[in-house]
Antibody, heavy 118, light 108 residues
Framework: EVQLVDSGGGLVQPGGSLRLSCAAS????????MGWVRQAPGKGLEWVANIKEDGSEKYYVDSVKGRFTISRDNAKNSLYLHINSLRAEDTAIYYC???????????WGQGTLVTVSS | EIVMTQSPATLSVSLGERATLSCRASQTVRSKLAWYQQKPGQSPRLLIFGASTRATGIPARFSGSGSGTEFTLTISSLQSEDFATYYC??????????FGQGTKVEIK
């Protein structure tokens, strides 16, 4: 069974930083593109970033380019999102996702809440 | 960036009735279209990918159709557990992948 466990969220001041983590199990992690999707409170879903199986390609939504960095450790079956220069509009639940079929998300973490507030 | 537009925003349906949800892309996404279901307080769940292929474990009452810019998710006979918000998402070519704003299916 595919399992993704998200962690690392919390309350942070504007301009602050966090590192989100996702622990994967139940599948061969190194065989899949992985990504992050976020959802602001009461709002819809927004794709944030993804990373190729070997980490050689990474893509980001424009609003986070230069501030967020996605990475992975295939030896630890883990995905990360380093988020810097946080803004109020980054407040959201962040979900780790496993990509299939070129970009559909079959497998979601339970989400970790990031709140940016002073 | 491809804009995904869903309609209606809210759909009121009775138990056992058919529900038809629409999703339109601002430019062609071929068949690179997925549908998700999200219940309050839960993570989304993949229903359909490739516009019409049901994901593992998804009941046959869920079906997807369309290609290019116009897509439909049909729930043939609504069950109580189907009341939720549904999102479409394209994944054509390269990112950014984008979602529609969602359709909430509520009890009539």
């Amino acid at each position: 069974e595919v399992q993704l466990v998200d962690s690392g969220g919390g309350l942070v001041q504007p301009g602050g930083s966090l590192r989100l983590s996702c622990a994967a199990s139940g599948f061969i992690f190194s065989n899949f593109w992985m990504g992050w999707v976020r959802q602001a409170p009461g709002k819809g879903l927004e794709w944030v970033a993804n990373i190729k199986e070997d980490g050689s390609e990474k893509y980001y939504v424009d609003s986070v380019k230069g501030r967020f960095t996605i990475s992975r450790d295939n030896a630890k079956n883990s995905l990360y999102l380093h988020i810097n220069s946080l803004r109020a509009e980054d407040t959201a639940i962040y979900y780790c996702v496993r990509e299939v079929a070129g970009g559909a998300f079959a497998g979601w973490g339970q989400g970790t809440l990031v709140t940016v507030s002073s | 960036e491809i804009v995904m537009t869903q309609s209606p925003a809210t759909l009121s349906v009775s138990l056992g009735e058919r529900a038809t949800l629409s999703c339109r892309a601002s430019q062609t996404v071929r068949s690179k279209l997925a549908w998700y279901q999200q219940k309050p307080g839960q993570s989304p769940r993949l229903l359909i990918f490739g516009a019409s292929t049901r994901a593992t474990g998804i009941p046959a009452r869920f079906s997807g159709s369309g290609s290019g810019t116009e897509f439909t998710l049909t729930i043939s006979s609504l069950q109580s557990e189907d009341f939720a918000t549904y999102y479409c998402q394209h994944y054509n070519n390269w990112p950014p992948w984008t979602f529609g704003q969602g359709t909430k299916v509520e009890i009539k």
